[in-house]
C-alpha cells in the first residue's frame, strides 16, 4: 500500500444510518484530490449496526481502515485515537453524520498547499439546530475564548485539516479530558480558516445533548483556563464588602433606630446560607480540579482497542507510553 498523502479520521458513534452516505460523498472527494488517502473510522462502542457497515466497507475498500474500541470513550478520544493511527503527510478530522460537509475538503487542502499548517473550517451557518442549540453554542464559544489562555477561534468544531507535525504534537499529548481544537490551538504553528455551512444531520440523532454538552464545556475550560480558580478570590472579595457594609449598616440601625430594626435571627441565617451557597460554590470548582489531576495520575490507557482493520500494514502504532490498549480476542481470526 502506497503511503498516503491524507488521513480523514472519522469518529462513528451509532451512525449506522449514515454511514454509506458518508463513505461515498468522502471517497468521491478523496479521489478528486487525485493523491493516496486513507479513511479511519473510529468505532466509539457503538451499540447499532455501525461496525458491521465499516467491516463491510473496509471488505470492498483497502483505503479504510477500522479502529473498534472495547467500549464508548467519548467522541474526543476516538479523534485522538484516529490521529494515533494515521499515517498521511496532512490529517483531516470530519464528522461522520455529514454535517460536516466531505465537499469542504478541497478548500482545507488548498490552504494546506499554501504552506498552513492548520486548516480549521469556521461555522458561518448551522442549519438544523434550535435555537437554543444555537444560542448556547455561541455563548459557549465567545465565553471560552474570553477566559482561555490560547487563541481558540469562535465558532469552529473539531473539523479541519493539520499537518503531520501538529498532528505529532497532538499525539504527544496525553491527557484524559480532552479537547482537541483547543489543543490544536495550543500547539501554535501557522494556522487559518474555511468557511462553511455546518449541515443539518442527515439521519439518526444528536451524540451531544444537554449533559455532554455541559461536560464537554467543563473540559474545556478546566483544560486551558484557570479563571474558575481565580473566580474565587473576586468572589471572597465580594463577600468581605458586603459584609463589612452589611456590618456597618446594622451598627448604625441598632445605636440610633433601635433593636427593632434586625432583632430576629433571620438575617444571620440568610447571611450563612449566602456564605455557604458561596463556599460550596467554590469547592465544587476546586473538585473539578482535582478530579482531573486524578484522571492523570492513575495513569490508565485513554482507549482499548477490541479489533483493527487494515492497519498492520501501515506499520503506524500509537506513542509508545502508555496511552492506549489493544486487547486481542482469541475467539475470532484477527482482523487485518
Known amino acids: 500500500m502506497v503511503k498516503p498523502v491524507f488521513s480523514i479520521v472519522a469518529p462513528v458513534y451509532n451512525e449506522e444510518e449514515v454511514l454509506p452516505q458518508f463513505y461515498e460523498r468522502l471517497t468521491a472527494v478523496m479521489r478528486g484530490l487525485g493523491e493516496p488517502y486513507e479513511i479511519l473510522l473510529v468505532n466509539d462502542g457503538s451499540r447499532d449496526g455501525s461496525l458491521a457497515v465499516m467491516n463491510q466497507l473496509a471488505d470492498v475498500d483497502p483505503h479504510v481502515r477500522v479502529v473498534n474500541f472495547a467500549r464508548n470513550f467519548g467522541h474526543q478520544v476516538a479523534v485522538t485515537a484516529g490521529i494515533d493511527h494515521a499515517s498521511g503527510d496532512a490529517v483531516i478530522l470530519i464528522d461522520s453524520d455529514l454535517q460536516d460537509p466531505p465537499e469542504v475538503i478541497p478548500e482545507l487542502v488548498a490552504k494546506w498547499r499554501e504552506g498552513f499548517d492548520v486548516v480549521y ?43 503531520r507535525r501538529v498532528a505529532d504534537v497532538l499525539r504527544a499529548m496525553r491527557e484524559h479530558n480532552r479537547f482537541v481544537r483547543g489543543m490544536t490551538s495550543w500547539a501554535g504553528f501557522k494556522q487559518t480558516g474555511v468557511g462553511y455551512v455546518r449541515r ?19 473540559d474545556a475550560i478546566t483544560s486551558f483556563s484557570y479563571f474558575p480558580l481565580q473566580l474565587m478570590i473576586y468572589g471572597s472579595l465580594l463577600l468581605a464588602v458586603l459584609a463589612v457594609v452589611a456590618g456597618t449598616v446594622i451598627v448604625f440601625l441598632r445605636l440610633f433606630m433601635g433593636e427593632a430594626f434586625f432583632g430576629g435571627q433571620a438575617t444571620t441565617i440568610v447571611l450563612l446560607l449566602a456564605v455557604g451557597a ?36 501501515t506499520g ?21
Open 121 to 163: 473550517a469556521v461555522r458561518t451557518a448551522r442549519e438544523g439546530e434550535s435555537l437554543f442549540k444555537l444560542a448556547t453554542a455561541k455563548l459557549f464559544y465567545r465565553f471560552v475564548y474570553r477566559i482561555t489562555d490560547v487563541d481558540i477561534p469562535l465558532d469552529t468544531g473539531d473539523f479541519r485539516l493539520m499537518d
Open 200 to 218: 443539518a444531520r442527515a439521519a439518526g440523532q444528536t451524540k451531544y445533548p444537554l449533559k455532554k454538552m455541559l461536560s464537554f464545556a467543563g
Open 278 to 313: 458561596f463556599q460550596m460554590f467554590f469547592m465544587f470548582i476546586i473538585g473539578q480540579y482535582v478530579a482531573r489531576i486524578y484522571d492523570e495520575t492513575r495513569n490508565r490507557p485513554l482507549y482499548v482497542v477490541a479489533s483493527r482493520r487494515h492497519l498492520a500494514d
Open 316 to 336: 503506524v502504532l500509537p506513542p509508545t507510553h502508555v496511552s492506549s490498549m489493544e486487547v486481542p480476542d482469541d475467539r475470532q481470526p484477527e482482523l487485518q
